[in-house]
């Protein structure tokens, strides 16, 4: 009598271990060293609030030193005397102008931290739906702030570097990095240009290869997708920008 014929068993697939959780100091220090690692437990974890204040503590801290080393009101002064439209302003409104901007600058630009977070969370979001990825707001807004945070402390340190050393005659409060063209060109360049220029900055490149990554990693895109979606928003912010530029001379 013949043995029974036995089925052979199943094959072994094991599964791969999920990433290992990382705490808010892995996750800081981990972006610059082992940004795949930290893009992965993002993904099982998603967070941000850390990251978040950090980066608008970043940008209290320049602003603080800008307003300490450059006289703002006076800089927008010269600015708006550049305008086309400075003709039809009366030197009342142009002084009111300049003590307004300096004030709302000093607001304004701390606050704009959070709106640009969300805002660009947002287009995030859209890009990974129409590469038919997956991608939750929450994961979207962690993405944005830590592929935003590695070019924010680099670009803070050039930037406080730059303020303190610069004579303050010397500063373009608009132009401090010194990482793009654009921060060589004169007073008497094409505006069109210069914004132009500008966008070709290294800091920003680093932002979008961390984005691509993170793209990756956590809305399980391709790499092409990934490169697709960040690269086509980088285009639109720069034809805007030239266009804001040849539109407001600024």
Request: aromatic share 8%.
């Amino acid at each position: 009598m013949s043995a029974p014929d036995i089925p052979p068993p199943p094959p072994f697939n094991p599964q791969p271990d999920p990433p290992k959780e990382m705490s808010a100091v892995e996750t800081l220090t981990g972006i610059f060293f082992e940004p795949s690692r930290v893009f992965e437990s993002l993904r099982e974890r998603p967070r941000f609030l850390v990251a978040g204040l950090v980066l608008v503590l970043l940008t209290v801290l320049v602003t603080a030193v800008l307003y300490l080393r450059v006289d703002m009101g006076q800089f927008i002064r010269d600015k708006m005397d550049r305008s086309p439209r400075s003709a039809q302003q009366t030197e009342a409104q142009k002084e009111m102008g300049a003590k307004l901007g300096k004030t709302l600058g000093m607001v304004a630009v701390p606050l704009s931290v959070p709106i640009v977070v969300a805002a660009g969370a947002g287009l995030y979001l859209l890009g990974v739906m129409a590469f038919a990825g997956s991608l939750s707001y929450r994961r979207s807004v962690s993405l944005w702030v830590y592929s935003s945070l590695p070019p924010a402390v680099l670009g803070s340190l050039i930037a406080v570097i730059v303020l303190l050393l610069k004579s303050p005659d010397t500063i373009d409060p608009e132009h401090m990095l010194i990482t793009n063209p654009g921060a060589f060109m004169g007073e008497a360049s094409s505006p069109a240009l210069v914004a132009l220029l500008s966008q070709f900055d290294l800091l920003k490149f680093y932002g979008l290869f961390l984005a691509a990554l993170g793209l990756r990693k956590m809305a399980k895109l391709s790499s092409g997708s990934a490169w697709g979606i960040v690269i086509g928003f980088w285009l639109i912010g720069l034809v805007l920008r030239v266009v804001w530029a040849m539109a407001f001379g600024n």
